[in-house]
């Protein structure tokens, strides 16, 4: 029964037209009856347009949210209480922005959950498409979202399990090689030190060796002195006497025998006194106490892959040869035949070669085709290779040094010198690094330009007669007469490659694109191989004993001294264009 002055509120489940309608509630609940204008979400009430604006306006209800008609729902919001309840329960949500205000609305144009002041704020009903999340969550039940998000949930979740399964392998695989790491370094901890045992072994029998040498000379000084000294004491005594008692042909012949005995005592006397008892100092080995200053060791990642060196030349093509002339290179105050035993470019126009039967360092204008400089040594220089555009480096065999020379100004220069721990042979350098191969004992070694040593190589499987040498990036080749064959190594050292087609290979140079041109001085040939030293084949013969040579990459010239002992050979380089 309808009480006077109240209008029954129209609701969703009125069945006549005009209840189908939205009223003002407000208004609705005083007189007169208007058409809803818009929505309250705070007051969760429609709203006239009068009561619209006012709402507004209102201090306490102007931050509320309003939608307008567009957005307002379209039916009359009257819920039971325990739907009320239910609905104030679902927003709990604290807004991140708004601590106070609850999550009640979505924004589709930004793709997010906001609160009334959000609404109110940044994302209004002009500017956004805004709903209140009661008017379309309704579809998300069973929807394709919700098993799309369900499906990306399991993945992730698949995924996380999965990753921390194989981080707990991965770790547990590290943490195994980890205890390897630690055991190898006790068990190379453990060989150093036997070797260091070793070591102080041999110094202390050394020293244990020149105590009993002294200890020996002593007791043998000690002995000839005591006995020289009772014999004297005795010849003494009788010669005194028979000097007393005026014996006269006795004291003769006692006199006379004493001369004798006297000379062989000064002997004795003077071959004591030439034994040499020194005192001794300890001088630490200078190469132990450098590897002290450094680490036992590093740790390296392991790899699954095969570790392969940079792709070098598998073929060698076939190329056109044609004699370009010859370059004397006797000096004029030369004294004896030459002996070219390596030589660089350092330009197309400039070469640089050892003259060893000359003990001197030429310099060469290959356009001129003259000697334009010589610096004269007190030795026997080997072999030269380039450390900068204007220092060379030289071995000197004999004395065991490398000599470094400037090259500036095309004038010849000595700087300072290097000494190392062998008869050193052949040199080359790249990026700072010096390669050297030793005679004896036969061996590499890779050290930097302050005579550092980063690396030793030697074996009897692998030297036994290293002579040449020449690098790159990725590779060191080294020819080897005695063991008839041109060794490829890595820069660790590992033997990866070797040629075996070559009766007595001596002088060997990289051209530019990575083969290798080698001298074989039995066969009077130069040969051009692969870069992996798999195949070669000839590229010059009837040659006469070809020993050191250069390439210039520029002009395609091969240039190479012989050691045929001929004048007529020996005292010339020659020019070979190979294209």
Known sequence: MAVPGKKTLATAST????DLQVYCQPCDEEGPR??????????????????????????????????????MPKTLQLSSTSDHTSMSADFRTPCPKHKREMIK???????????????????????????????ISAKVINSKEYHDILKVIDNITDQ???????????????????????????????????RLDELERQVEDAAKAIQQENAKNLKTTETTCDDVTKSLKTMFDSIKHLNTSKQADRLFMELKSAEKMIRYYENTIQHISAYDVEEYNFKPNEIISTLLETSLGTLTKKTNKQTRPPPTSTSVKSRNTSHQGEICVKSSNDESRCYITGMILLTPDLLIITDKTNK?????????????????????????????????????????????ISASSKKLTK?????????????????????????????????????TILTTIRGENIFTNPTFVTTNSSSIYVSDWNMKSIMRLNWQGEVIGRYKGMDEPKGIILSDDETVFACDQHRNVIEEISGDLS?????LKDLKSPFALCWCAQTKKLYFSCFFTDTRYDNYLQIFRLS
Request: glycine share 4%.
């Open 15 to 18: 069945s006549s037209d005009e």
């Open 34 to 71: 208007r058409p809803a204008y818009g929505y309250c979400t705070d007051c969760q009430e429609h709203l006239c347009e009068t009561c619209f604006k006012v709402h507004k306006k209102h201090k306490l209800s102007k931050h509320h949210i309003l939608l307008d008609n567009e957005s």
């Open 105 to 135: 609305f979505y924004c589709h144009d930004h793709k997010t959950l906001l609160c009334s002041v959000c609404v109110t704020l940044e994302h209004t009903v002009t500017s956004c498409k805004v709903n209140y999340i009661p008017d």
């Open 160 to 194: 996380c399990h999965k990753m921390l399964e194989d981080v707990k392998k991965m770790t547990g695989n590290s943490n195994s090689s980890l205890a390897d790491v630690l055991a190898d370094i006790k068990t190379f901890r453990k060989e150093i030190n036997q």
């Open 360 to 404: 001197a360092i030429k310099m060469v204008d290959t356009r001129s085709q003259s000697v334009t400089d010589k610096l004269q040594l007190d030795t026997e220089p080997s072999k030269v290779s380039s450390v900068t555009s204007t220092e060379l480096a030289v071995t000197l065999t004999n004395k065991k040094n490398i000599q470094f």
């Open 415 to 451: 700087k300072h010198t290097l000494n190392v721990d062998g008869e050193c042979f052949g040199i080359s350098c790249h990026e700072k690094k010096l390669v050297v191969t030793y005679l004896r004992p036969a061996k590499l070694q890779i050290l930097d330009t302050n005579g």
């Open 535 to 539: 195949k070669g084949k000839v590229v």
